[in-house]
């Protein structure tokens, strides 16, 4: 059996693609959204109730349909992460990465010796397509793609050093951390904020790597688009149905509040 092709990183061909969040931690919920035409969608192991079973039946939940998966690890932890690997994650996000060594430590985990540290599991993993995979261990970073997310005023004065390590693929930009931490909590728009994300975004790209943002407001993802962002989270889904909830139930009662847009983030 070949290798599995990565469509995630295929894809990254200098276009926009769109993705969404998908936080609901079931593989039915996840299924729906894979039919709807998305590019991606994030599994998010960080945020949401995704412990590796949901997160494998949300994979395999998936497979069939052409929006690729991205897997968000809710930590660094090297056993995490070869545990994600392990179910068949090929694209892996990483949150909170302030700096080199740590987006250096985190390429290590996903590499098996003598490029770093990931464990054998061999026939146990559903990676290797349970041994049917021959040359599973020396082609495997082939295929895989590693996300960094840069959230915090350190990462941003780290971030041409995070994106020059070998072995990250692509960073990812994390507004609402980022406006939290530099003080301007619930302003992803500021311009103090901003300008921090066009510094991202330019380093990044100056790196050679995929820079990719969260922007559910449908005014920042077109912005983030025209500057050359190669992929866009522009919907939670979460949010989308308490949305739609909401302005479902309003057409029926009046005193129903309906946010006038989605969260900025």
Known sequence: MELPQNPF???LTGEPRYGC???FGTAYASEILATVG???MLIDGEHAPNPIPAVLSQLQAVAPYKTAPVVRAVNHDPALIKQLLDIGTQTLMVPMVDTAAQAQALVEATRYPPHGIRGVGGGLTR?????AID???ARAHEELCLIVQVESRRGIENVEAIAAVEGVDGVFVGPADLSTSVGRAGQPNHEEVQRMIRHAFDSIKAAGKAAGILAPAEDNAKRYAEWGF???AVGIDISLMRQAALETLARYKADTKVPTGASSY
């Open 135 to 137: 040359d599973y261990q």
């Open 9 to 11: 990183k295929a894809a």
């Open 21 to 23: 969040w998908a936080g």
């Open 127 to 131: 990676a290797t397509r349970w041994d």
């Open 38 to 40: 998305f590019d991606w």
């Open 230 to 232: 190669d992929f866009i």
